[in-house]
């Protein structure tokens, strides 16, 4: 599946952005789908994740009750909402999809995911 991210931009801190995630060539409604985010001279980490369902949601502690993961199958989207930015949220976003469909354990680790997408830059201002 081809993924494509999109809404990063330059927000102050303690504002807002609304990620995208577009997947084309087969549908994301079956696979399990992650947000990953690098900042500069930093590894890739894990930012939050949803079920294939959108029945559940899983999220880094740094990020957990500010930002929401959720999905429309319908439209093969998949959206991260981001609220109370913070400096420290500065870097490239990535979407990714679950290699396998249907997988009823969602994952922290960047291995556990086959597609992503080219990443949005987010940069937040103090």
């Known amino acids: 599946v081809q993924l494509q991210a999109s809404g990063g931009g330059v927000v102050q801190a303690g504002g807002s952005l609304r990620l995208s995630c577009a997947g084309s060539?087969?549908?994301?409604?079956?696979?399990?789908m992650g947000w990953f985010r690098q900042a500069a001279g930093k590894e890739r980490e894990f930012v939050c994740a949803?079920?294939?369902?959108?029945?559940?949601?899983l999220y880094a502690d740094s990020v957990q009750g500010r930002f929401t993961i959720s999905r429309d199958n319908a439209k093969n989207m998949v959206y991260l909402q981001m609220n109370s930015l913070k400096p420290e949220d500065t870097a490239v976003y990535y979407c990714?999809?679950?290699?396998?469909?249907?997988?009823?354990?969602?994952?922290?680790?960047?291995?556990?995911?086959?597609?992503w997408g080219q990443g949005t830059q987010v940069t937040v201002s103090s």
């Open positions: 990714a999809a679950g290699p396998q469909p249907y997988q009823a354990r969602l994952s922290r680790t960047a291995e556990d995911y086959d597609d």
């Open positions: 949803i079920k294939w369902m959108g029945t559940s949601a």
């Open positions: 060539g087969r549908t994301l409604s079956i696979y399990n």
